[in-house]
């Protein structure tokens, strides 16, 4: 009996597909799979060339009828988030991965399947190897794209001749991927001047029950942040007149993700009078009040928790200290600050207050600040650093990563969409994306790239549930073969 797997179509892509599947390839372990992909280029005598991270390029001369043609750069990553379920009997670091197929989907028993992207990976060999008509084709194959994209960072364009890009990595057949937000990382410090041992009582305030999210992609969705809410709790308790000190605050978990809980304690100091516990548990009431209607629709489990605690060997910041974090907290902008012009319902410049942390020396924030142009980056960076300034801290910029432009006049995208409407019969969604992608980079090593990003469906990613759409390939790989045959652009 034949293996199912032998009869999915198209036959080549999923020949190396199985290939590429049964060598171990996690982000940071990719040798192997650089090693192979090294050594198919040079047993079929073509240009090859693997770089010291382990990325690898490989071309291939045009067709006889395709001399005059555009050459066409592919692109997609070797590495895959590398997941198992507890029982399962695959260890994706050490295994090949035990395909199998169910109701049109193509899956990994107990583990990721690694689609993405090697979906991209099967695409570029099936080119590479097979006899089709085709331009001079680059494929390029980088390594850890899932882990900070070092491969792309890392690449070397200086022998990449052509000027259209398509990227296969996109997850979402129809939909033609043509720009991607550049972010750029930016602490605030803020000097932690401390007074103490005190002792009296320290009260406890927690932001919670919020739904978080990626602070890329989640940003439109306008949801609160942990970390901007308790500022305003931590103003409104001021505005009430009271003068407490910060003894610790901490927010969130990671930069690119929205924060959904923190937790504060302060400490007043001097006489303690009966009506301070109550009045600030009123406020911290009202403030509550005040959020749950202001996100109805949007959160729909904001809470506030309140406690006091009896404790001596307190140890609070000073006023200036407290009124540092407090203030940067409600001046600082935060969520979406633009909208893109060129199109419709998509975020152009963000920002998120990811952590609040309290160090021995300081309270840091840490914020994530993403543009997909390069303007609106360097605009947000400008007025967060400011409002750090102003309030007296320290802004430190790191972590600066390219951004990929919608280009008005594309070519490719042109293209593109004119063959995929002859090739679907509607129209493909143009988006870009308010994330981070291989592309940005690129185009900011080669100026005058072209990319287009477009991929098959594939279904929960970076989940031991991944599942590639079967059929989905086969239409996107007619679609790839349309475009790079095209003979009218
Ligand atoms: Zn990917």
Redesign the pocket.
Known sequence: MGNILDTLEPKDVYKFFREISAIPRPSYHTEKISEYLERFGLERGLYTRRDDLGNVVIKKEASEGFKDKETVILQ??MD??AVKTPDSAVDPYKDGLDLQVEDGYLYAKGTSLGA??GI?VAFMLALLDGDYELPKLECIFTVE??VGMDGALGLDMSDIEGKELINI?S?VEGILTLGCAGGIRLNGKFRRERTGPNTGKVYYIGVRGLKGGHSGMMIHLGRANSNILMGRVLKSIKDAGIDYRLVHIEGGEKDNAISLSTTASIYVPGVEYDWLQAKIESTVKECELKFISEYTGIEDGIKIEFCAQDEDDITCMSRKSTDMVVDFLNTTPDGVIKMSDDLPDMVETSLNIGTIVTEDDYVVTDQLLRSNAKAGKKEILDVVSKCIQDVGGEAVVFGDCPNWEYRKDSPLREKMVRIFKEEYGYEPKLEVVHAGLECGIFCDKKEDLDPVSIGPNILD?HTVKEKLDIESVNRTWKYLLKILQDVEG
């Open positions: 997609g990553h895959m988030v993405d992207d991209a794209e899932e990595d997850e990613i």
